[in-house]
């Protein structure tokens, strides 16, 4: 008889966590979870201010300068949809804050340089995911012009017409119920993909389909934690908006920082069974 081949030794914990392919573990948290993200977050921005606040004010005057040529060039509809939509491509623009909060978690002090100048980002991943983003911002961008379009017959040149419209008419709170609406269930849908997948994209070499995925599973399993989590999120840039973009100098490292946090509680560690 032919002796039998032996047998491969069955793949346990680390090394089937790190299988091509296999998803990494999904951890369930409490609604505690996203105020200890803010309150870390608030030491982590402590252990670096002058960069994080750059960081934020050169986002901040970069808002407000796009805002106010709008502002000022009477398109009043766009300064409200760009403002709105400032959501779908916040997760790209905080990649130099998730840089931060890794290098804070391994012992280093961050840069400003490092921060602008990712490289973990220059990837062909991270750019399928910017651009799936970018794709649905634009998507939004025609939806909500459709909602207004459906809403008056009038096209509201200045921005005092256009609050007017929006606030004293029966055809303008239905745009603004309507477009509240369809515009939060893209913004949600949005969100549940992102959240986890750009910063686990700079975090870990996976594809982008895998981080998507992970970050569906992150907020299905704690739907409740990550809903409040999207709204702290939307009052907080709210918050910012309704100060023309000066809450963004400390409010968007705030929330860089808090949701590189929120993806390390979220996603198990590499090596996990």
């Given at each position: 008889?032919?002796?039998s081949?032996?047998?491969?030794?069955?793949?346990?914990?680390?090394?089937?966590a790190?299988?091509?392919?296999?998803?990494?573990?999904?951890?369930?948290?409490?609604?505690?979870?996203?105020?200890?993200?803010?309150?870390?977050?608030?030491?982590?921005?402590?252990?670096?201010?002058?960069?994080?606040?750059?960081?934020?004010?050169?986002?901040g005057?970069?808002?407000?300068?796009?805002?106010?040529?709008?502002?000022?060039?009477n398109?009043?509809?766009?300064?409200?949809a760009?403002?709105?939509?400032?959501?779908?491509?916040?997760?790209?623009?905080?990649?130099?804050?998730?840089?931060?909060?890794?290098?804070?978690?391994?012992?280093?002090?961050?840069?400003?340089?490092?921060?602008?100048?990712?490289?973990?980002?220059?990837?062909?991943?991270?750019?399928?995911?910017?651009?799936?983003?970018?794709?649905i911002?634009?998507?939004w961008?025609?939806?909500a012009?459709?909602?207004?379009g459906?809403?008056?017959?009038?096209?509201?040149?200045?921005?005092?017409?256009?609050i007017?419209?929006?606030l004293?008419?029966?055809?303008?709170?239905?745009?603004?119920?309507?477009?509240?609406?369809?515009?939060?269930?893209?913004?949600?849908?949005?969100?549940?993909?992102?959240?986890?997948?750009?910063?686990?994209?700079?975090?870990?070499?996976?594809?982008?389909?895998?981080?998507?995925?992970?970050?569906?599973?992150?907020?299905?399993?704690?739907?409740?934690?990550?809903?409040?989590?999207?709204?702290?999120?939307?009052?907080?840039?709210?918050?910012?908006?309704?100060?023309?973009?000066?809450?963004?100098?400390?409010?968007?490292?705030?929330?860089?920082?808090?949701?590189?946090?929120?993806?390390?509680?979220?996603?198990?560690?590499?090596?996990?069974?």
């Amino acid at each position: 008889m032919e002796p039998s081949a032996p047998q491969q030794p069955a793949a346990t914990g680390g090394a089937a966590a790190n299988r091509p392919g296999r998803l990494p573990d999904v951890n369930a948290i409490g609604l505690a979870a996203p105020f200890r993200w803010l309150g870390g977050a608030w030491g982590d921005m402590a252990k670096a201010p002058l960069p994080c606040l750059l960081y934020g004010a050169a986002l901040g005057l970069f808002s407000y300068w796009l805002v106010r040529s709008l502002y000022e060039s009477n398109a009043a509809f766009w300064v409200l949809a760009l403002t709105c939509g400032f959501v779908f491509v916040a997760p790209m623009l905080a990649m130099g804050l998730y840089e931060a909060g890794r290098m804070l978690e391994k012992g280093e002090k961050p840069t400003l340089p490092r921060m602008l100048f990712v490289g973990g980002a220059v990837r062909q991943d991270v750019a399928y995911l910017g651009l799936a983003l970018l794709l649905i911002y634009l998507m939004w961008g025609r939806i909500a012009q459709l909602v207004y379009g459906l809403s008056t017959y009038r096209l509201h040149r200045t921005v005092a017409d256009f609050i007017a419209f929006a606030l004293n008419t029966g055809e303008g709170h239905n745009m603004l119920i309507s477009g509240t609406i369809v515009g939060g269930i893209i913004a949600f849908f949005t969100y549940c993909l992102a959240v986890v997948s750009t910063p686990m994209l700079l975090d870990r070499n996976t594809n982008v389909f895998a981080a998507m995925a992970t970050s569906f599973r992150a907020v299905t399993k704690n739907f409740i934690p990550m809903l409040l989590w999207a709204l702290i999120i939307v009052a907080l840039v709210a918050l910012s908006a309704a100060t023309w973009f000066a809450g963004f100098v400390v409010i968007f490292p705030l929330l860089g920082l808090a949701s590189w946090r929120a993806y390390r509680d979220l996603v198990a560690e590499r090596g996990a069974a």
